[in-house]
Protein backbone atom coordinates (compact mmCIF):
# COMPACT_ATOMS: atom_id res chain seq x y z
CA UNK A 1 0.00 0.00 0.00
CA UNK A 2 1.52 3.42 -0.98
CA UNK A 3 0.95 6.31 1.33
CA UNK A 4 0.65 9.94 0.27
CA UNK A 5 1.82 11.57 3.20
CA UNK A 6 5.72 12.42 1.91
CA UNK A 7 3.87 13.10 -1.54
CA UNK A 8 2.46 15.88 0.49
CA UNK A 9 4.88 17.01 3.16
CA UNK A 10 7.40 17.24 -0.48
CA UNK A 11 5.09 19.34 -2.50
CA UNK A 12 2.83 21.46 -0.24
CA UNK A 13 5.53 23.21 1.70
CA UNK A 14 4.16 25.95 3.05
CA UNK A 15 6.37 29.65 3.03
CA UNK A 16 7.44 31.52 6.42
CA UNK A 17 5.61 34.80 5.30
CA UNK A 18 4.07 37.67 7.16
CA UNK A 19 0.92 37.63 8.57
CA UNK A 20 -1.23 40.66 7.70
CA UNK A 21 -4.45 42.27 8.81
CA UNK A 22 -6.47 43.61 6.19
CA UNK A 23 -9.28 44.90 8.42
CA UNK A 24 -10.88 43.96 11.90
CA UNK A 25 -10.80 39.70 11.86
CA UNK A 26 -10.00 39.26 8.22
CA UNK A 27 -5.82 39.13 7.70
CA UNK A 28 -3.54 37.20 4.69
CA UNK A 29 -0.79 35.56 3.64
CA UNK A 30 0.73 36.30 0.08
CA UNK A 31 2.77 33.49 -1.69
CA UNK A 32 1.96 30.74 1.22
CA UNK A 33 3.05 27.39 -0.75
CA UNK A 34 6.76 27.72 -1.39
CA UNK A 35 6.02 25.82 -4.93
CA UNK A 36 2.80 26.37 -5.70
CA UNK A 37 2.62 25.00 -9.21
CA UNK A 38 3.30 21.45 -7.29
CA UNK A 39 1.02 22.16 -4.15
CA UNK A 40 -2.02 23.59 -6.93
CA UNK A 41 -1.31 20.05 -8.66
CA UNK A 42 -1.44 17.27 -5.82
CA UNK A 43 -4.35 19.36 -3.80
CA UNK A 44 -6.10 19.93 -6.59
CA UNK A 45 -6.27 15.90 -7.89
CA UNK A 46 -6.83 13.98 -4.70
CA UNK A 47 -9.71 12.44 -5.08
CA UNK A 48 -13.32 14.18 -4.49
CA UNK A 49 -16.35 13.62 -3.11
CA UNK A 50 -19.31 14.84 -3.69
CA UNK A 51 -21.76 16.83 -0.85
CA UNK A 52 -24.56 15.18 -0.28
CA UNK A 53 -27.24 14.69 2.28
CA UNK A 54 -25.53 12.37 4.88
CA UNK A 55 -23.97 15.32 5.72
CA UNK A 56 -26.09 17.10 7.61
CA UNK A 57 -25.42 20.24 6.58
CA UNK A 58 -26.20 22.64 4.06
CA UNK A 59 -23.35 22.25 2.39
CA UNK A 60 -22.77 21.79 -0.97
CA UNK A 61 -20.09 21.30 -3.79
CA UNK A 62 -17.42 19.21 -4.16
CA UNK A 63 -14.59 17.91 -1.74
CA UNK A 64 -11.49 16.78 -1.25
CA UNK A 65 -10.81 15.66 2.80
CA UNK A 66 -7.53 15.57 4.35
CA UNK A 67 -6.70 14.49 7.68
CA UNK A 68 -5.83 16.81 10.34
CA UNK A 69 -2.00 15.71 10.25
CA UNK A 70 -1.71 17.64 7.04
CA UNK A 71 -3.39 21.05 8.29
CA UNK A 72 -1.24 20.64 11.25
CA UNK A 73 1.88 20.56 9.46
CA UNK A 74 0.85 23.72 7.58
CA UNK A 75 0.27 25.67 10.79
CA UNK A 76 3.43 24.11 12.69
CA UNK A 77 5.48 25.15 8.93
CA UNK A 78 4.37 28.51 8.18
CA UNK A 79 4.21 31.87 10.16
CA UNK A 80 0.67 31.14 11.39
CA UNK A 81 2.70 29.18 14.41
CA UNK A 82 3.27 32.01 16.23
CA UNK A 83 0.27 34.32 15.70
CA UNK A 84 -2.35 31.86 16.46
CA UNK A 85 -3.02 31.21 19.88
CA UNK A 86 -4.57 27.71 21.35
CA UNK A 87 -5.16 26.23 17.85
CA UNK A 88 -7.78 23.40 17.60
CA UNK A 89 -7.63 22.58 13.87
CA UNK A 90 -11.84 21.63 13.18
CA UNK A 91 -11.50 20.51 9.52
CA UNK A 92 -9.63 20.57 6.22
CA UNK A 93 -10.16 20.04 2.61
CA UNK A 94 -9.93 21.25 -0.80
CA UNK A 95 -13.35 22.78 -1.90
CA UNK A 96 -14.73 23.12 -5.37
CA UNK A 97 -17.22 25.51 -6.04
CA UNK A 98 -19.21 26.79 -9.58
CA UNK A 99 -21.82 28.74 -10.40
CA UNK A 100 -25.49 28.55 -9.79
CA UNK A 101 -24.35 25.50 -7.41
CA UNK A 102 -27.53 24.65 -5.04
CA UNK A 103 -27.97 24.01 -1.13
CA UNK A 104 -28.97 20.88 0.04
CA UNK A 105 -32.39 20.38 2.52
CA UNK A 106 -34.44 22.46 0.34
CA UNK A 107 -32.96 26.25 0.78
CA UNK A 108 -33.19 28.43 -2.17
CA UNK A 109 -29.82 30.40 -1.36
CA UNK A 110 -27.20 29.43 -4.40
CA UNK A 111 -23.29 30.34 -5.12
CA UNK A 112 -23.72 33.54 -7.39
CA UNK A 113 -27.21 32.38 -9.05
CA UNK A 114 -30.32 34.07 -8.88
CA UNK A 115 -30.99 34.58 -5.22
CA UNK A 116 -27.51 34.66 -3.62
CA UNK A 117 -27.55 35.49 0.26
CA UNK A 118 -24.34 35.98 1.99
CA UNK A 119 -23.43 33.33 5.59
CA UNK A 120 -21.59 32.36 8.58
CA UNK A 121 -20.08 29.39 9.64
CA UNK A 122 -20.36 30.24 13.28
CA UNK A 123 -21.55 32.51 16.30
CA UNK A 124 -19.23 34.08 18.15
CA UNK A 125 -20.41 33.76 21.54
CA UNK A 126 -19.26 35.48 24.24
CA UNK A 127 -16.60 34.09 26.21
CA UNK A 128 -15.66 31.41 23.71
CA UNK A 129 -13.02 30.21 21.48
CA UNK A 130 -13.10 32.33 18.29
CA UNK A 131 -13.67 29.87 15.02
CA UNK A 132 -11.33 30.94 11.92
CA UNK A 133 -11.97 30.08 7.91
CA UNK A 134 -8.36 29.49 6.45
CA UNK A 135 -8.48 30.10 2.57
CA UNK A 136 -5.94 29.56 -0.11
CA UNK A 137 -6.69 30.20 -3.41
CA UNK A 138 -5.39 27.05 -5.73
CA UNK A 139 -6.71 29.02 -8.70
CA UNK A 140 -4.53 30.23 -11.61
CA UNK A 141 -6.55 33.80 -11.67
CA UNK A 142 -7.52 36.09 -8.77
CA UNK A 143 -10.80 34.96 -6.57
CA UNK A 144 -13.17 37.23 -4.61
CA UNK A 145 -14.73 36.62 -1.30
CA UNK A 146 -17.35 39.56 0.07
CA UNK A 147 -18.55 40.53 3.52
CA UNK A 148 -21.48 41.88 4.46
CA UNK A 149 -23.49 43.45 7.22
CA UNK A 150 -26.73 42.60 8.49
CA UNK A 151 -28.87 45.24 10.39
CA UNK A 152 -25.55 47.30 11.03
CA UNK A 153 -23.52 44.32 12.78
CA UNK A 154 -20.77 42.36 10.83
CA UNK A 155 -19.99 39.72 13.24
CA UNK A 156 -22.94 37.36 13.99
CA UNK A 157 -23.49 36.72 17.57
CA UNK A 158 -26.63 35.28 18.07
CA UNK A 159 -28.88 33.37 15.86
CA UNK A 160 -30.78 36.19 14.76
CA UNK A 161 -29.66 35.46 10.62
CA UNK A 162 -30.50 32.14 10.45
CA UNK A 163 -34.35 33.23 11.74
CA UNK A 164 -34.45 36.01 8.71
CA UNK A 165 -32.91 33.33 6.47
CA UNK A 166 -35.76 31.33 7.59
CA UNK A 167 -37.90 33.82 6.88
CA UNK A 168 -36.70 34.89 3.47
CA UNK A 169 -36.74 30.99 2.46
CA UNK A 170 -40.32 30.61 3.41
CA UNK A 171 -40.98 33.81 1.66
CA UNK A 172 -39.15 32.92 -1.34
CA UNK A 173 -40.81 29.42 -1.75
CA UNK A 174 -44.26 30.97 -2.01
CA UNK A 175 -43.72 34.04 -4.39
CA UNK A 176 -41.16 32.19 -6.59
CA UNK A 177 -39.48 35.26 -7.47
CA UNK A 178 -36.67 37.43 -5.69
CA UNK A 179 -36.98 39.29 -2.57
CA UNK A 180 -35.39 42.98 -1.92
CA UNK A 181 -33.69 42.19 1.49
CA UNK A 182 -31.79 45.54 1.22
CA UNK A 183 -33.29 47.01 3.59
CA UNK A 184 -31.53 44.48 5.99
CA UNK A 185 -28.03 43.76 4.39
CA UNK A 186 -25.15 45.49 3.07
CA UNK A 187 -21.70 44.45 1.54
CA UNK A 188 -19.53 46.09 3.22
CA UNK A 189 -16.17 44.80 1.50
CA UNK A 190 -15.10 42.26 -1.21
CA UNK A 191 -11.53 41.32 -0.84
CA UNK A 192 -9.56 39.94 -4.39
CA UNK A 193 -6.54 37.64 -3.21
CA UNK A 194 -4.49 36.31 -5.67
CA UNK A 195 -3.26 33.26 -6.68
CA UNK A 196 -1.09 31.49 -3.67
CA UNK A 197 -2.70 33.99 -0.90
CA UNK A 198 -4.36 33.07 1.59
CA UNK A 199 -7.56 34.51 3.43
CA UNK A 200 -7.85 34.48 7.22
CA UNK A 201 -11.26 35.74 8.57
CA UNK A 202 -13.65 35.05 11.54
CA UNK A 203 -16.67 32.39 10.64
CA UNK A 204 -18.79 34.29 12.23
CA UNK A 205 -18.91 37.60 9.94
CA UNK A 206 -21.32 37.19 6.97
CA UNK A 207 -19.78 36.11 3.52
CA UNK A 208 -19.90 34.60 0.43
CA UNK A 209 -18.06 33.12 -2.34
CA UNK A 210 -17.98 35.68 -5.02
CA UNK A 211 -18.10 32.98 -8.03
CA UNK A 212 -18.29 34.15 -11.91
CA UNK A 213 -20.22 32.42 -14.58
CA UNK A 214 -16.51 30.86 -15.91
CA UNK A 215 -17.14 28.54 -13.17
CA UNK A 216 -18.20 24.96 -13.74
CA UNK A 217 -17.98 21.21 -12.74
CA UNK A 218 -15.17 20.88 -15.45
CA UNK A 219 -13.52 24.28 -13.98
CA UNK A 220 -14.72 25.04 -10.72
CA UNK A 221 -13.36 27.69 -8.31
CA UNK A 222 -10.97 26.14 -6.02
CA UNK A 223 -9.34 26.90 -2.50
CA UNK A 224 -7.63 24.99 0.00
CA UNK A 225 -9.98 25.27 2.57
CA UNK A 226 -8.95 24.97 6.39
CA UNK A 227 -11.60 25.06 9.62
CA UNK A 228 -10.05 25.97 12.97
CA UNK A 229 -10.64 28.19 16.09
CA UNK A 230 -7.85 29.70 18.98
CA UNK A 231 -8.36 32.01 21.83
CA UNK A 232 -7.27 34.93 19.23
CA UNK A 233 -4.64 35.81 16.79
CA UNK A 234 -1.74 37.86 18.10
CA UNK A 235 1.54 39.89 16.39
CA UNK A 236 0.29 40.56 12.73
CA UNK A 237 2.09 42.92 10.82
CA UNK A 238 0.38 46.15 10.11
CA UNK A 239 1.55 47.25 6.61
CA UNK A 240 -0.86 47.51 4.07
CA UNK A 241 -2.21 44.96 1.86
CA UNK A 242 -3.78 45.38 -1.73
CA UNK A 243 -7.60 44.35 -1.71
CA UNK A 244 -10.62 45.46 -3.53
Not at 194 to 209: E, G, T, V
Request: overall charge neutral; aromatic content about 16%.
Amino acid sequence: MNSINKKFYSTCKPSTNKLFKIKEEIFSIENFFIDFENAKKFLSNLNIWECDHYDLTTKSGLQSILPSSCGMYLFDSSSLKMHVKNLYLESMDVNFMYYRQKKKFDQVQSSNGTFDLPHHDHIDYPNSPKKYVFLVNLNDCPITTNFWSFNNRELMSDESYFKFIDEVNILYKQKKESIDVSEHLVMNKSITYQPNQALIYNASLLHNADIEKKYNLNFPRTTLRIFFSCTNITNFSKEKISYY
